[in-house]
């Protein structure tokens, strides 16, 4: 099944725990690619370059199977895969969360730095603003002229984003389409030719 939408947090957000003299910082982005994700992590590491682990972990994409977790130092599954589960448990993609850990001086034990990591990207989470996001394909179709007031009613009816519009004998039209409306948009067309009206679509992306 096709996924139309997805949930994701709508800007940056912070939070922190304290257990034992460590601090926890967390740091919860909205990120859209890997190179996003880098650029954020190299700014956390030169703004807290005196702390002693970077731990996170990331998802990309509606389907959510782009992701990863780093315990950065710390135990194997201690950090990392934590802070996933607290992006996993809202159902999140898109989303990057750092945990920075200034340690205390005494050691927590793993299972309390589960409990540390976890707590910190929940609390992250928690003040952020999630927002669902339709997942969107781009469509291209050409018309003739005198077809220009139907398109701009397919345009109204199916609140396209357009792209591009040329203007010549043959028309172009390209646009950004709610995948959830992309069936009911080409039925319509489909009708619009049937009916005589000079549209077609050109590509499927």
């Known amino acids: 099944m096709p996924v139309f939408s997805y949930l994701t947090i709508q800007a940056p957000a912070q939070g922190i725990y304290k257990e034992k003299g460590s601090k926890f910082l967390s740091f919860a982005y909205p990120v859209k690619t890997e190179e996003d994700i880098k650029e954020k992590l190299l700014a956390l590491r030169k703004e807290y370059f005196d702390a002693r682990h970077h731990c996170y972990a990331w998802i990309l994409g509606p389907e959510k199977k782009l992701f990863r977790a780093s315990d950065d130092g710390e135990p194997n599954h201690s950090a990392g895969d934590p ?112 009916m005589g009206t000079n549209v077609q679509v050109l590509t499927i992306d």
Do not use: H, W
């Not at 996993?88 to 299972?111: E, P």
């Not at 990207?121 to 999630?130: G, K, R, V, Y």
């Not at 005198?146 to 398109?151: I, K, L, Q, R, S």
């Open 83 to 194: 802070i996933l589960g607290q992006i996993r448990s809202k159902n999140l993609t898109d989303v990057l969360i750092v945990v920075v850990r200034y340690f205390g001086g005494v050691k927590l034990g793993v299972g309390r730095l589960v409990t540390a990591y976890k707590t910190a990207a929940e609390d992250a989470i928690a003040s952020a603003i999630i927002i669902e996001n339709q997942v969107t394909v781009q469509l291209n179709i050409q018309y003739s002229y005198e077809a220009t007031p139907d398109v701009m009613r397919l345009v109204k009816e199916f609140d396209l984003t357009i792209m591009n519009q040329e203007y010549n004998n043959e028309c172009l039209l390209s646009f950004t389409i709610n995948l959830s409306n992309k069936e009911p948009f080409l039925d319509k067309v489909k009708l619009m030719r049937a």
